[in-house]
DNA sequence: GCATAATAGTACTAAAATCGTACTGTTTAT
DNA sequence: ATAAACAGTACGATTTTAGTACTATTATGC
């Protein structure tokens, strides 16, 4: 599936949220998101960490974005939640992976991985929240409503 | 991280040591990757299920490449082992996301969803075997090396 | 025809990552 | 001083992933 976890998809909508470049509180941020005020709090510290939003202490306090919504892009969220992007174990340096000695391709993910780095690098916040195709949505090979369950796997056979 | 499972990985470990063409038992390729045979022998399965491999039952039997190394493509394999690529929950079609009628950002992941499946799918199986750089390594914005496990999460602090 | 070698299919268990929550401390405006 | 807000850490439950075991089916070769 190659999906980002749901936790970097609220960040993205979480920083929607500050796209205006006002103070909001993780209140009122969670009020608006209709995301957990545990979660918005803990997503927004880590995003503050990464220096996407600066946070301001005391009462009256809050976040807002410290950058404009044209200088933050898709990679950055998913670094600043789930940390650098990296398609296989190997590619993260550390690489003890077991059969490294006999494994052809390794070097190969971590090509496609650079791709993809670059995609994502190349959009930006604002772009995500443009709802016209400000670039063009290319055809899924397949339409991806049919197999999310039916997919062949060791487990339980489904409802059906 | 935007991680790709380990048994893809593998499946394009299995894949590669099809490469020549021949007819292989599970645990001839079992062998020769080292990947444990049961592992080895799901994969061929779900490999075979999508079209990747051909299967030959019975004695003297085995698995081959349906087709050849530059009609297999990245995404054929992620598809063949997690399932169709798609970054996002919602992007899957079904959409029971909870926030989804204040989300402004869905339709954003989709798109960069259709981007990375182009990049996934304009790797060939025979590049990814290629050691030399057959298309151009793009920087990692940083050295992936360092924050691997000093990711900020809830979780034990870690051996240091 | 029967034994053998191989894939096909299914069920199950264990381990790990993810997600969300709770709690305690610190800073600052009123 | 008090209250509002961020900062940091710890924890538990759920979900996903990974790997194993077992049975059925198919084909070869004697």
Redesign the pocket.
Known sequence: ?LRI????D?ATVILASLAGGSL????DIADRTHI????V??L??QL??AGLVR?????????QLARSTAEINAADIIDAV?GPVALTECASGAGQCGIEATCQVGHGWQRISGAILRALTDVKLDELLRHDAAFSPPDLHRPPAARWRPLVR????GPA
Chains 1, 2 share one sequence.
């Open positions: 599936m976890s749901r936790l970097t609220y909001a509180s993780a209140a957990g005020l545990p979660t709090s803990k927004l510290k503050q960490h946070s301001v202490r005391g009462a009256r306090g809050g976040y789930e060791g487990g339980k056979p």
